[in-house]
């Protein structure tokens, strides 16, 4: 079946970085039916295999915490140093911003083939959110990821 797709806004517009570049430091995470996760890290290679993963703690939100490893730090030092000097919320909040759509803040491609359910889709959302991440995307699945997918049963 053709798979399904929600649209959901972009929170970081990265500015004027190509799609090369955004694949770089990427993880593109891949949902099928019975709550079965799986990811890849980079750019799509016919050597590309997935790891699959869980809903669990120890599953996406480690792998993200560890990919952005970086970003979040810096947004919780930043969060830390807003409360010592009385910041205003405003001026935390675009600085957050900021930091989540720096170059090595991690990007995260969202992907759903048709058995996948739509809560399973906002729990990830939830995950990104936790793992303060602001650049990702929910795209469509492709042919190969797809064929990936199906040989992981």
Known sequence: GKPKTMEINMPVKPENED?????NNAVTILLSGDNKIYWYYGELKKETT??????????????????????????????????K???????????EVEKKGSKE??????KADDKAVYKNVVDVLDELNICLIGKYAIVDLGQQ?????????
């Open 50 to 83: 997935l790891t699959p993963t869980s809903y669990a703690p120890d599953g996406l939100r480690k792998l993200l915490l560890e990919k952005n490893n970086r970003a979040y730090e810096a947004i919780k030092q930043l969060r830390e140093q807003a409360a």
């Open 19 to 23: 799609n090369q570049t955004l694949v």
């Open 105 to 110: 803040a991690l990007m995260v491609l969202v």
């Open 145 to 153: 990821e797809y064929d990936l997918m199906q040989a992981m049963k």
């Open 85 to 95: 000097v009385n910041m205003p919320d405003s001026t935390l909040k675009r600085l």
